[in-house]
């Protein structure tokens, strides 16, 4: 079982990929927004993110750059909605 971070501003995708994830086994953590995707990124450090681009507070694109940036988050693999 692998920890999945999904982050999307939008509550139906969150729960339609949660849905699917959790069928297959995986925990699911959800964030809203970008700034809270990071934080759960550094406090939980899941195995694994699915990411909306387009994100209130920080977008996918600029959280992925920061998941990058840091070398204990940087392996993290990355889906980009």
Same mark, same amino acid.
């Given at each position: ?6 982050? $999307?501003? *939008?509550? $139906?995708?969150?729960? %339609? ?15 809203? $927004? ?7 990124? *550094? *406090? ?16 996918? %694109? *600029?959280?992925?750059?920061? %998941? ?9 693999? %990355?889906?980009?909605?």
């Amino acid at each position: 079982m692998a920890r999945v971070l999904v982050a $999307d501003d *939008e509550p $139906d995708i969150r729960r %339609i990929i949660g849905i699917f994830l959790r069928r297959v086994g995986h925990e699911i953590v959800e964030a809203d $927004d970008g700034m809270s995707a990071m934080a759960l990124m *550094e *406090e939980l450090r899941p195995d694994a993110a699915v990411v909306d681009v387009v994100m209130p507070g920080m977008t996918g %694109i *600029e959280l992925t750059r920061t %998941i990058r940036s840091l070398p204990h988050l940087a392996p993290t693999p %990355i889906i980009m909605l």
